[in-house]
């Protein structure tokens, strides 16, 4: 498996075509039989819904989700990635889009450095398919979550088809992918994280899930 600490071009390859719409859709379609529209529509999203929170962006990539945060406002958002060289991307897309409430961390989503219902949300975009125990990084994101607090995410899911299952496969063999699961494996690795009013939508080979922090 890749060690993204070390990794440079293929963490590099895959910001530089999700951050152009057109190379990223047309990616998600030829490569995962998905309309990744949604994907970024989900990101403008965030202007809302960030608004007075404190905001985890696990793992952050280049910060393709920077493109949903207003300018200036009252929240606290925290970009988190393995990586270095994914963390420098999104310091510099930050900078480039004049974003100064941003800030940056590099970590491990096994052990996060954040105290319990530290963050009101959680976003995740096409990283959970990387991690060598997704569900273990789940739970984590969980934990740093308040009660009540909503996990917005997507990943790269098996059972879409028969030629999105062999991509996944040969990925998973040159190490630039992890454990991947199904949705149904998604949805039970949720609950098992602690969340509830959970939803997994498949499209093609992604998957597109929220959930919610349980209360109690």
Not at 26 to 33: P, Q, S, V
Not at 74 to 91: E, Q, T
């Amino acid at each position: 498996m890749t060690d993204w600490r070390r990794a440079g071009l293929v963490p590099v390859v895959y910001d530089v075509g999700v951050e152009h719409e057109r190379i990223g859709t047309m990616g998600g379609r030829l490569l995962w039989g998905a309309d990744l529209r949604r994907f970024y529509r989900g990101i403008e999203e965030l202007r809302t819904l960030v608004d007075g929170g404190h905001v985890l962006d696990v793992p952050c990539g280049g910060g393709i989700a920077f493109r949903g945060l207003p300018k200036k406002g009252p929240y606290r958002y925290v970009a988190l990635d393995l990586s270095p060289v994914m963390v420098g991307r999104a310091r510099a897309n930050a900078a480039r889009n004049g974003l100064r409430e941003i800030v940056f961390l590099r970590g491990d989503v096994s052990a996060l450095p954040h105290p319990p219902d530290a963050f009101d949300l959680c976003v995740s975009y096409f990283g959970l398919h990387c991690f060598p125990d997704p569900a273990a990084a789940l739970a984590e994101m969980g934990r740093v979550l308040r009660p009540g607090g909503r996990l917005r995410g997507t990943s790269i899911v098996r059972g879409g088809g028969l030629r999105q299952d062999a991509i996944i496969s040969l990925f998973r063999r040159v190490g630039a992918f992890g454990t991947v699961g199904t949705a149904q494996e998604l949805s039970s690795w949720l609950s098992a994280g602690g969340f509830d009013d959970i939803d997994v939508d498949r499209d093609g080979a992604v998957a597109f899930f929220s959930a919610r922090r349980a209360f109690g």
